[in-house]
């Protein structure tokens, strides 16, 4: 049987998750390696300051005002729908990290060590699975050091732009991954609470 037909949903939805990582990765990652490229071989530069011709000024400022909206309006967003809070009060907290990293790896994998706590488990998928918001977190900040980059005109802050360009060009698309693994884990293994 035909996947499609089968659910016609599932292409739409992966090709709005197609199209939302291209725009959250692939922007900043140009933006980023042309920040570098110019603010390198630009002129009149200097490590720490310089002037930025007014095309870079002006795409700069944009890219700064856009990602600081873009990760302000999001971190809002989570905090006041207690994705947040909800980080906080979660049952994992009190565990230690070599623990928190046991459990996510044998989410990732989708298969539960022998003896380890099911409630935990899912707590831990539940908790990766809601972690999306993050990736738009990280995808506007890395816009917002581009955007300085570009209007500072200088070596550290093209290193930091280009830095931070890499870093949301890996995060981005790891975030996601691990979502998606989180979800097939909770499709798999339901709430061993049964709630």
């Known amino acids: 049987m035909d996947a499609t037909a089968a659910d016609p949903d599932g292409t739409e939805r992966g090709s709005r998750r197609l199209r939302l990582l291209l725009l959250v990765v692939l922007l900043p990652a140009v933006v980023g390696a042309l920040a570098v490229g110019v603010v390198m071989v630009g002129h009149h530069t200097s490590a720490f300051g310089g002037v930025p011709p007014s095309w870079a000024s002006n795409l700069g400022a944009v890219l700064r005002i856009l990602g600081l ?29 070599s623990h928190r990293w046991r459990l996510g790896r044998q989410v990732r994998r989708g298969i539960p060590e022998a003896g380890e706590d099911l409630s935990l488990l899912w707590h831990t998928a539940r908790q990766l699975a809601g972690q999306r918001w993050q990736a738009v977190v990280l995808a506007g900040t890395a816009m917002w050091v581009v955007g300085q980059a570009l209007q500072q005109f200088a070596s550290v802050w093209a290193v930091l732009g280009g830095l931070m360009a890499a870093v949301g ?8 991954w691990e979502v998606h693994r989180a979800e097939a884990y909770l499709r798999d293994h339901p709430d061993p609470t049964g709630r």
């Not at 971190?75 to 049952?91: K, Y």
């Open 69 to 97: 909206l873009i990760a302000a309006t999001t971190a809002l967003w989570a905090a006041g729908t207690g994705q947040i809070g909800a980080l906080r009060n979660s049952p994992l907290v009190t565990l230690s990290w």
């Open 169 to 176: 060009a890996v995060g981005v698309p790891l975030v996601f």
